[in-house]
């Protein structure tokens, strides 16, 4: 893991756990992630992920541990919590609607208004602000004034991410950002994560089934199996066959324990 001592530290978790009732979904997670860094945060279906994510954006609240922002310790009470203190994230359903165009997804529910008491939406900002982000980004798409649901499923998800990092994201989570797109379209956004990383203040933590897709873009990876974190190495001293090793004697084993039960 990263030293604290550079300075660089922008969220840490110690001990987190999270039961559901009788049913544990986190035992024991301990992860950190630096300023300008990219962790790989990657798991089967039920491995805890998706819980981890919801823990870092303040729509649950862990049952045990303790999470530390910018160098302080935290309680996320809410997602508008997480977000007064820059932590976004972009869930597969991307939270746009089609029928709007660019422009208004890139404000939604966050529409600046003309004049104090008068709330007409300023489409005029709101239209130059996302043409400047989004070519700041790299995101290429024929027009801000198309609605969303003519542009393909990686212009959307560089729309989605845009959106985040326009609200002044400090961490941003991204859900399975590459999930069911092809070659050029996974392209695409591996090169938008690669732009922010560059760049060396936001914090991205990427969680992923399809580890493969991503391993390029990250620094690190963490592997999570039975709600703790059991592999922790920069993506350097790693590859992707051993990943791929990792996660098939974890079901060999899995399906040899269900067959003798």
């Known amino acids: 893991m990263a030293d604290a001592s ?35 945060l990657l798991g089967d279906n039920g491995a805890g992920k998706s819980t981890l994510m919801k823990i870092f954006t303040g729509f649950v609240k862990p ?34 609607i089609n029928e ?6 890139m404000f939604l529910q966050r529409e600046p208004v003309k004049g104090r ?34 542009l ?3 212009q959307r998800q560089g729309i989605a991410v845009a959106r985040s990092v326009y609200q002044k994201a400090r961490l941003l989570l991204l859900d399975e950002p590459t999930a069911a797109m092809g070659a050029k379209e ?4 591996l090169d938008v994560i690669q732009r922010l990383k560059d760049e060396g203040e936001m914090g991205i933590i990427i969680i992923a089934h399809n580890y493969a897709q991503i391993f390029d873009v990250c620094d690190r990876v963490n592997l999570v199996e039975g709600g703790r974190i059991v592999f922790d190495k920069k993506t350097s001293e790693t590859s992707v066959e051993e ?4 996660v098939v004697r974890e079901y060999r084993e899995a399906r040899r324990s269900v067959q003798a039960g």
């Open 6 to 40: 550079t300075g660089r530290e922008l969220l840490r978790a110690e001990h987190i756990a999270k039961n559901y009732g009788q049913v544990t979904a986190l035992t024991d997670i301990n992860l950190r992630i630096d300023r300008g860094e990219v962790l790989g």
């Open 63 to 96: 049952s045990s541990g303790q999470l530390h922002f910018d160098g302080k310790p935290v309680e996320l009470s809410s997602v508008s919590h997480a977000r007064s203190l820059g932590i976004e994230a972009v869930y597969q359903d991307l939270a746009l």
């Open 100 to 105: 709007l165009n660019v422009y208004r997804n």
């Open 117 to 150: 008491f008068l709330g007409i939406l300023d489409d005029k900002k709101m239209r130059a602000a996302a043409i400047e982000q989004l070519d700041r980004m790299g995101v290429r798409i024929p027009s801000v004034d198309v609605p969303v649901a003519k």
């Open 152 to 154: 393909s499923g990686g």
């Open 186 to 189: 996974s392209a695409l956004i």
């Open 243 to 246: 990943l791929t090793d990792m």
